[in-house]
């Protein structure tokens, strides 16, 4: 069945109305079919370049950033070092004994025994490692060895100090016994390390 418009002996405006509708009609199907699919398309893209737009922004503004991150960072690493000396990974037997030695013959002292603890006191953050230490002098030198143990960079406590006397021995006349309190950070090596 086919439609048939037949014109003949009508006026020339119905003619007119007939075109204007099948024209509108043909605009409509065009934006329903083609024109608002590309809106909605073009509408995501300008959203999505938006978004890459601002990732750019952040991106540029991180980067312009980056040499002050890196002086923090480098800042942060001197900080690291210093505080791995107060308070070491690792117990590091040789540099306490090497400190202790030193100290001892410094202080005109007699070094007679440094024992290492086997065993960890485990701590919140850290361990404690107890050593113990016996040396022989005069009262003065043991006051010296105690102000200059003070100032060593790693943190350490003196604790369970016997002192008794040394009859017959002009100059030595103190013999001491003590343990030294060493601390390890746990985080950085739960065994402790040498």
Request: proline letters at 4%; glycine letters at 8%.
């Amino acid at each position: 069945m086919a439609l048939t418009l037949d014109l003949k002996g009508k006026p020339w405006w119905v003619g007119a109305i007939i075109g204007a509708l099948l024209g509108a009609a043909a605009v409509a199907a065009c934006v329903y079919l083609f024109i608002n699919p590309m809106k909605e398309e073009i509408a995501g893209l300008e959203r999505n370049l938006q978004d890459l737009q601002a990732k750019v922004a952040e991106g540029q503004s991180a980067a312009a950033q980056l040499p002050k991150f890196q002086e923090e960072i480098a800042k942060l690493e001197k900080e690291l070092q210093k505080l791995v000396q107060v308070l070491p990974s690792k117990r590091e037997t040789y540099v306490i004994i090497k400190k202790i030695k030193s100290l001892a013959d410094a202080g005109d002292f007699a070094f007679r025994s440094f024992i290492p603890g086997t065993s960890l006191v485990d701590k919140d953050f850290y361990y404690e490692w107890p050593i113990s230490v016996q040396l022989e002098g005069t009262y003065h030198n043991l006051a010296i060895f105690f102000d200059r143990l003070r100032n060593f960079p790693r943190i350490i406590n003196v604790g369970d100090l016997e002192m008794s006397a040394i009859q017959g021995h002009p100059s030595t006349t103190l013999a001491t016994r003590f343990t030294i309190l060493a601390y390890v950070y746990k985080e950085a090596s739960e065994g402790g390390g040498q």
